[in-house]
C-alpha cells in the first residue's frame, strides 16, 4: 500500500495490476446489446453487400453498351428482392430500382433522370461511367473480416451493422453484480425532516443514475452507521453476491472512519489518499474475490472521481481497454494560482468557442461540497500537478459531463 497520496496515473497502473473474478460470457440478444461488453471477437461470414446492385432508381445497362446512348431497349425489370438471375444482352436493359440484384453483363446504372423513355426504348441524354450507380458485393465489409474485437463496447452506431451481417445473438461479457452504500449516522431521506446536524442521503441517488449502466446490475445495500462492527459484518454478509461494492463517505482520517480498517482487517488494501482535489480520500482494494471501493462522502468527490477513474475501471472489468476518459483542449478564460504537489480537476463553464477553440471559465464555487457546481458546470478542467499559476489563454483538457456520467 502508497505511504503517501498517489497520483492518477499510479491508480490506473495498480487497478490494471488488480488480479480479479473473471466475469463470465452469456449469449443475448442483439436488440438487447447496446450499451454491452463483447466477450470475444465479431467476424463477418457474408460479404456486404452480399451481392452486387443498384445503388440508384435507374436503367441497368449491358457493359458492352456504355457508348451506345440511343436505342436500347428495356427487356427487364428488377426490384429489391428479386431472386432471378437475369442476364442482358447487347442492346437491352433492365428497368431497375434501388437495392435490387445486378442482372448478369451489367456493371453501370443509368439514373432515370438521365434517360428519356418511349415504347420501351430508351435514350441516354448523360453517358455514364463505367461502374457508375453500382455497388459492388463486399464493398462495405468482406467476408471473414473483423468487424469489432473483444473488449468493445457494443453503441447504437453498431447494431445496424451487426444486423445487417446476420448477428442476431452476440456472445457478451456478463453484467458487473455491484453492491453499494452510502455511510454516516448523519444520513436521511430526502422525505424526512432534518434536525440537527443531519443531511439529505443525495449519493444515494447520485450513485443510482451513475450506476445505471447496460453492463451493470446495481443494487443499493443501505446505510453503514460509524460502527466498525456493523461495517465489517456488512461487507463479508454481501461479498458473495457482488463482484465490487462501492461506499460513499467512511474512508478519510477521521475518528469515525472505519472503511479502510475494515479492508485492512479482512483483505488487501491497494492503495488509501490520492494527490487528486478533489478526491483525495479514496480508497481501493479487496476482500476475498471482491473488489471494495471507498469513495470520499463528498458529493462532488463522488461524481469525478466516479466520471474519471471508477467507470474506466469497471469498463477495464468487463474486458474493456483501461484508458482515460474522452476529452478536449480547452483554453482558460481567467487567471488563478494553485498549490503543487497535486492534479487538480476544476469545474468550468463553457465561455465561448473561435475558430474551433474552447475557452472556459472557472465556476465560482468550487468546494467539494458545493453539489451544485455539478449541475451548473459543464465539465472540469484537470490541472497538472506542477502547475502553479493558470494564465489567461493556458491550454488544459477539457473533461465534459455529457460525457463523463454517460
Given amino acids: 500500500m502508497n505511504n503517501k497520496p498517489i497520483k492518477k496515473k499510479e491508480i490506473f497502473n495498480i487497478l490494471q495490476d488488480i488480479k480479479i473474478k473473471k466475469l463470465h460470457s452469456e449469449n443475448i440478444n442483439l436488440i438487447d446489446s ?11 461470414s457474408i460479404n456486404l453487400p452480399p451481392f452486387k446492385n443498384s445503388a440508384v432508381d435507374g436503367y441497368a445497362i449491358h457493359d458492352n453498351d456504355i457508348e451506345n446512348q440511343n436505342g436500347l431497349t428495356i427487356k427487364h425489370r428488377i426490384v429489391a428482392g428479386d431472386n432471378n438471375q437475369i442476364e442482358l444482352l447487347n442492346g437491352e436493359v433492365a428497368r431497375i430500382f434501388t437495392g435490387a440484384k445486378m442482372p448478369l453483363n451489367s456493371g453501370t446504372v443509368v439514373m432515370q433522370e438521365n434517360v428519356i423513355c418511349k415504347n420501351d426504348i430508351i435514350k441516354i441524354n448523360k453517358k455514364p461511367f463505367k461502374g457508375e450507380n453500382c455497388r459492388l458485393a463486399g464493398e462495405d465489409i468482406i467476408k471473414n473480416q473483423i468487424i469489432l474485437k473483444a473488449g468493445e463496447k457494443i453503441t447504437t452506431k453498431n447494431i445496424s451493422l451487426l444486423a445487417a451481417i446476420g448477428k442476431s445473438s452476440i456472445e457478451v461479457k456478463e453484467k458487473i453484480s455491484l453492491g453499494y452504500f452510502t455511510s454516516g449516522n448523519e444520513l436521511l431521506n430526502p ?14 441517488y447520485a450513485l443510482h443514475s451513475l450506476l445505471n449502466k447496460k453492463y451493470i446490475y446495481p443494487k443499493y445495500l443501505g446505510v453503514l452507521k460509524d460502527s466498525n462492527k456493523i461495517i465489517v459484518n456488512s ?6 453476491q457482488h463482484s465490487v461494492i462501492i461506499t460513499t463517505g467512511g474512508a478519510s482520517v477521521g475518528d469515525e472512519d472505519y472503511l479502510v480498517d475494515a479492508i485492512k482487517s479482512n483483505g488487501e488494501l491497494f492503495f488509501w489518499q490520492t494527490a487528486i482535489k478533489p478526491g483525495r480520500p479514496l480508497a481501493i482494494g ?5 473488489i471494495i471501493i471507498c469513495l470520499p462522502g ?23 481497454k483501461m484508458t482515460i476518459p474522452n476529452h478536449y483542449i480547452a483554453r482558460a478564460n481567467f487567471s488563478m494560482k494553485k498549490k503543487t504537489e497535486r492534479l487538480e480537476w476544476l469545474r468550468v463553464v463553457i465561455d ?11 465556476y465560482p464555487k ?21 502547475v502553479s499559476k493558470i494564465n489567461i489563454g493556458d491550454k488544459f483538457d477539457l473533461y465534459l459531463f455529457s460525457e463523463l456520467f454517460s
Fill in 34 to 44: 447496446e450499451g454491452r461488453f463483447l466477450a470475444k471477437d465479431i467476424q463477418s
Fill in 191 to 204: 422525505s424526512e425532516t432534518l434536525i440537527g446536524s443531519q443531511i439529505n442521503n443525495s449519493n444515494k
Fill in 235 to 240: 461487507l463479508l454478509k454481501n461479498l458473495d
Fill in 286 to 290: 479487496k476482500i476475498d474475490k471482491t
Fill in 298 to 320: 463528498n458529493p462532488v468527490s463522488v461524481y469525478l472521481l466516479f466520471g474519471m477513474i471508477i467507470k474506466p475501471f469497471l469498463e477495464f472489468l468487463c474486458g474493456s
Fill in 352 to 362: 465561448k468557442k473561435i475558430d474551433s477553440e474552447i475557452y472556459v471559465n472557472k
Fill in 366 to 386: 468550487q468546494g467539494s461540497g458545493i453539489i451544485s457546481s455539478i449541475s451548473f458546470s459543464d465539465g472540469i478542467i484537470e490541472i497538472p500537478e506542477q
